[in-house]
């Protein structure tokens, strides 16, 4: 299983970028995707997930302006950011939560948000 994250880059604050994560293989149930995020010096922090039902929810941070959802298939989860602010700048990560357990990661994508 890979999951491949792309879409990452600088931006004016004000501006709007799209994440893609690319799933791959076969993962037998999935429970979860998410994004997080980890800016330097800080822990990676959850910023938006959906669960198999569509039920999303947000950090409070993002509310309003980051949108999580996903292709017909489920095997491409996206991030929509928009209205950026430089403390959204940071390294993105999707994650999917699968059953037995299972947790898959991306290998980051860099969001840089100049003032």
């Known amino acids: 299983v890979q999951l491949q994250a792309s879409g990452g880059g600088l931006v004016q604050a004000g501006g709007s970028l799209r994440l893609s994560c690319a799933v791959s293989?076969?993962?037998?149930?999935?429970?979860?995707m998410a994004w997080y995020r980890q800016a330097r010096g800080n822990q990676r922090d959850m910023v938006a997930g959906?669960?198999?039902?569509?039920?999303?929810g947000y950090a409070d941070s993002v509310k309003d302006r980051f949108i999580i959802f996903t292709n017909n298939a489920r095997n491409t989860v996206y991030l929509q950011m928009n209205n950026l602010r430089p403390e959204d700048t940071a390294v993105y990560f999707c994650?999917?939560?699968?059953?037995?357990?299972?947790?898959?990661w991306g290998q980051g994508t860099l969001v840089t948000v100049s003032s």
């Open positions: 959906m669960s198999s039902g569509g039920t999303t």
């Open positions: 293989g076969r993962i037998f149930s999935i429970r979860y």
């Open positions: 994650n999917v939560q699968a059953s037995g357990s299972q947790v898959y």
